[in-house]
């Protein structure tokens, strides 16, 4: 039984399952721009509450349905090795990825349709520098989702929120319409 013990620490100490890992840098969210809304094992979900606004399309016109919000999820130890070795499993560049720290993504949230359009997607090292960004143009129907699902919690809070502040996004989104009249 004892050189089975043996056997087991050994293999899970060159995994790296048992010894702890070396502390890495995290990405440090500010707590006055972005809402921490949940935590998984290996990601932190967090949206920025002071960017947050209803859509405005050309004419100027707001469409409460639709928000437009900025997210970051930041990322464990497991979670960064996990995106690495998929980089290099697939052949990509590695370069500045010992730093990687997690990512934001830019998403349109249809909360008549229920659905989340992710526009765009970056990763970013521990000092917000992007590391490689991408457009991937996925579409996310929350009713398909369990509702159990990070995602779907995630993007629950995040609708919530701004049912509850309905007045300071229709303000924003007032000012960015302003803005694209005055260029």
Same mark, same amino acid.
């Given at each position: 039984m004892r050189k089975i013990f043996?056997? /087991?620490?050994?293999?899970? @100490?060159? +995994? *790296?399952?048992v010894v702890p890992q070396i502390a890495f840098?995290?990405?440090?969210? =500010?707590?006055? #721009? %972005?809402? /921490? @809304?949940? =935590? #998984?094992?290996?990601? $932190?979900?967090?949206? $920025?509450?002071?960017?947050?606004?209803?859509? @405005? !399309?050309?004419? *100027?016109?707001?469409d409460r349905n639709i928000l437009l919000v900025k997210t970051v999820k930041s990322f464990d130890w497991l979670q960064i090795q996990d995106v690495v070795e998929k980089r290099k499993w697939k052949g990509l !560049? #590695?370069?500045? %990825?010992? $730093?990687?720290? *997690?990512? @934001?993504?830019?998403?349109?949230?249809d909360v008549q349709h229920q659905t989340v359009f992710v526009?765009?997607?970056?990763?970013? !090292?521990?000092? /917000?520098?992007?590391?490689? #960004? =991408?457009?991937? $143009?996925?579409?996310? !129907?929350?009713?398909?989702? =369990?509702?159990?699902?990070?995602?779907? +919690?995630?993007?629950g809070e995040i609708i919530k929120y701004a049912a509850l502040h309905q007045a300071e996004l229709q303000d924003r989104s007032t000012l960015y319409a302003a803005e694209l009249y005055t260029k």
């Open positions: 043996l056997a /087991w620490f050994i293999a899970m @100490v060159s +995994i *790296g399952a840098a995290q990405l440090t969210v =500010s707590d006055s #721009s %972005y809402q /921490w @809304v949940q =935590s #998984s094992a290996r990601i $932190n979900y967090y949206f $920025n509450t002071s960017e947050i606004r209803f859509f @405005v !399309d050309d004419t *100027g016109r707001i !560049d #590695s370069t500045g %990825y010992e $730093n990687l720290a *997690g990512v @934001v993504e830019d998403l349109i949230i526009k765009t997607y970056t990763e970013l !090292d521990t000092d /917000w520098n992007t590391l490689e #960004s =991408s457009s991937p $143009n996925r579409l996310c !129907d929350l009713t398909k989702l =369990s509702i159990k699902s990070f995602d779907h +919690i995630f993007y």
